[in-house]
């Protein structure tokens, strides 16, 4: 641990922001390969909506996108 924490010390701010980028693309690609498991028949926009609706609040995607991820039907369905 000390020597990881001594590398991560010896990165440049523009060096630490990209692996914190790299993480974060790591974790929505992550997102993205659960949806894809649990819905095999989604579309690429019910995929985008399904993995935003993990890290995103519940009143944030209804009033962004107009889907309660709530309610386990398909989004862009009216209710």
């Known amino acids: 641990m000390a020597v ?3 590398l991560q ?4 701010p523009g060096e630490k922001l ?4 790299r993480a974060s693309e790591f974790v929505l ?3 993205e390969a659960g949806v894809r498991l649990q819905y095999p028949k ?3 926009r019910e995929i985008l909506l399904r993995v935003a609706a993990r ?3 519940r009143d944030l995607m209804i009033r ?8 386990d039907e398909k989004p862009g369905r009216s209710a």
């Open 64 to 71: 962004a996108y107009g889907w309660d991820p709530e309610q």
């Open 29 to 31: 690609q992550t997102y």
């Open 4 to 6: 990881w924490l001594d």
């Open 55 to 57: 890290h995103l609040s």
């Open 9 to 12: 010390r010896r990165l440049t």
């Open 42 to 44: 989604a579309g690429e």
């Open 18 to 21: 990209d692996v914190v980028l």
